[in-house]
């Protein structure tokens, strides 16, 4: 897998990884984190260096995450396919259905404010 493509999904799962487990776990990066993590459980190292890039996704811990996902990807083309059809088949997202809205705020903010269909007169 190219080294770019490891440092996104590495950098992926340091920063939004656990938030997206939290959320529901349903997209792109919860399915990333869930099969990292078994993967790195089953083999008996790298679990600690996922967890050391979630709560401190600096860029050394985001560096040593991509190490050790890269290792665990050339030692495994099976796991290699699959995280590259994950990340292929989620960049997509998100999506909604017809009519369907999706708000999303990254980052951080005194005070945010998302709407939809509003009629009238707004005011803050």
Known sequence: ???QLVLAIATGLA???GEALIAGGGGLLGQLYRLVR?????????????DAAVANPDETNRANLAEALA???AAD?????RVQALWRD????PSAESGGVINQFSGSADRVVQ???????VSF
């Not at 078994?38 to 996922?50: A, I, K, S």
């Open 77 to 81: 083309p099976d796991l290699e396919d």
């Open 90 to 93: 989620g960049v997509g997202e």
């Open 1 to 3: 897998m190219q080294d």
């Open 115 to 121: 709407a939809r269909d509003i009629r009238g007169d």
């Open 71 to 73: 290792r665990l990807l």
């Open 15 to 17: 920063t939004k990884g």
């Open 38 to 50: 078994n993967r790195f459980r089953t083999e008996g190292r790298g679990e600690d260096t996922l």
